[in-house]
């Protein structure tokens, strides 16, 4: 089967993340003194927010689970403070994410031939912010966790794309960082997938899954 559809997860994929999140994590626990750096937090951090997502039954947003990540890292180090005001921090930065250099001609171009679709674990609001003024906002299949109900890897949040535009798994790749959500995720949905990786982490890979360095090669892997 011909592809004919290329959805896109967005932050690591079209967007950078950069080092806000650890910016972040250092600008909300800076006051307490403790004995760990901003990037060993983070670490904690992220490995309780990835607990938080997979955990769900009732949707939340993604805000709502920042909040109860931090109540969980406030409880670890014995912080007495309100989450809810001290996690300030951490969704201004969600707000404040630059695409990657080569993401507007890449899509355009792709955009040419295929149709195209966004499919991001995230709030709808500050996705929205960050490609306001680019090529990006132009596309109008853009789903996130948010508007989904759904956050990936749950199937749910595939087959609720395929369902919302009418599209077969069979001709849709779904593009993405993480190997879990954007690759294993859409493989047992019915597509085919194409792992991006700038920075090399991944040294194994599902079979027949390409992976690229930067997302101008994805118009050579689907030829």
Known sequence: MIIKNIIFDVYGTLISTGTG?????????????????????????????????????????EKQIFTKDLEELFDIYGIKDNPKIEIKPMIDSMYDRKLFEETESAVDKLSE????????????????????????????????????????PDQNFYKEILNRTNWKPEECVFVGDSLDDDIIGPINAGMSAILIDRKDRYDRWPEGVDKIHSLMEIDNVLN
């Not at 004995?35 to 997979?54: A, F, G, L, Q, T």
């Not at 490609?131 to 789903?143: G, P, V």
């Open 21 to 61: 999140s650890v910016d972040a994590t250092r600008k909300i626990f800076e006051k307490y003194n403790l004995d760990e750096d901003e990037k060993d937090i983070y670490k904690k951090w992220k490995s309780i927010h990835k607990k938080n997502v997979r955990e769900i039954k009732n949707f939340i947003s």
């Open 113 to 152: 031939k295929y149709s195209i679709a966004i499919g991001s674990t995230t709030d709808t609001e500050p996705l929205l912010q960050n490609i306001k003024n680019t090529s990006l906002s132009k596309i109008s299949d853009i789903y996130t966790s948010e508007n989904l109900g759904y956050y990936k």
